[in-house]
């Protein structure tokens, strides 16, 4: 499955955004699915993810409350809701996709996302 990220920005603190994942190649519900951020010389942490059915989803500490995580196996698309930004959350945002309870192998080119205050 490919996967196109989409819907990144510069903001202001208290702005919101709403990141796409659009899927090809495959049905999106034959994957667990998320999104992760690398910060500027910082490793690649989940921000969220969302199971086959969408009925267990799982939110980073950081972003609880905040962001919210959905997807559309009918449209075979994700998305990631981002409220009450804040500069902290600045980062290059990345969708994936889990085959196996082995880990996300699929990946998508990340969208940036920069907060300012």
């Known amino acids: 499955v490919q996967l196109q990220a989409s819907g990144g920005g510069s903001v202001q603190a208290g702005d919101s955004l709403r990141l796409s994942c659009a899927a090809s190649g495959g049905p999106l519900r034959d994957y667990a699915i998320g999104w992760f951020r690398q910060a500027p010389g910082k490793e690649r942490k989940i921000v969220a993810a969302i199971s086959r059915s969408a009925r267990n989803t799982f939110y980073a500490d950081s972003v609880k409350g905040r962001f919210t995580i959905s997807r559309s196996n009918f449209k075979n698309a994700l998305s990631l809701q981002m409220d009450g930004l804040k500069p902290e959350d600045t980062a290059v945002y990345f969708c994936?996709?889990?085959?196996?309870?082995?880990?996300?192998?699929?990946w998508g080119q990340g969208t940036q996302v920069t907060v300012s205050s």
């Open positions: 994936a996709a889990a085959s196996s309870d082995k880990g996300f192998d699929y």
